[in-house]
């Protein structure tokens, strides 16, 4: 085997490096890299995983706690998709709260769109068919959904700030599609 001490080691691409686009109505962004996990429990795990995390995992349907750049939102009766942004290591937090759970780091699985402004909303709901409102869909609601043809995980920031998460390889997809909207909810 040849020494890799040294050698060159290939890095990851960002899959939307250099990606910009939206309008006055619609900005996008591409997040942050960010540590995520698929996190799967039964309910007598949650207690020990939410301090184990440092915040509480949600137990009720579309919701979401966030700390300190750290995000969980509720997929499922027993399942989460845990974010920070700090690039934590949340393996080993999940790790250490010694309970029953499924844990896979989905890292680099995922990647993220930023959609902020007014048009926001209008943006997004090109492809979701989804009630954004904000009675609907308040700050720190959350939701498996799709854009499109592509799924996401929706999670509502700010009143006119949403986080959309998908798999990177449907990135170009998703941020081509939210960027053409974007324009239109400026028009």
Not at 147 to 173: G, H, Q
Request: some cysteine; proline content about 5%.
């Amino acid at each position: 085997m040849a020494d890799l001490i040294g050698a060159n080691v290939a890095s990851r691409t960002l899959p939307l490096a250099g990606f910009h686009g939206g309008s006055g109505a619609a900005a996008l962004s591409v997040a942050a890299p960010a540590t995520r996990i698929s996190l799967r429990a039964k309910p007598d795990a949650v207690s020990a995983l939410s301090g184990a995390l440092g915040l509480p995992l949600p137990v009720k349907a579309k919701t979401s706690a966030s700390s300190n750049g750290r995000h969980a939102l509720w997929l499922g009766p027993d399942e989460w998709l845990v974010i920070d942004e700090n690039g934590a290591d949340l393996m080993a937090a999940v790790t250490s709260s010694n309970v029953l759970h499924s844990a896979t780091d989905i890292s680099h699985r995922n990647t993220a769109v930023i959609v902020k402004g007014r048009g926001a909303v209008v943006a997004i709901n090109c492809g979701c068919p989804q009630d954004l409102s904000l009675t609907a869909f308040p700050v720190g609601a959350c939701s498996r959904t799709v854009l499109a043809k592509a799924e996401i995980v929706l999670l509502r920031t700010a009143e006119d700030t949403f986080r959309v998460e998908c798999w990177r390889s449907f990135a170009p997809y998703v941020s081509t599609l939210l960027a053409e909207a974007a324009e239109d909810a400026g028009n």
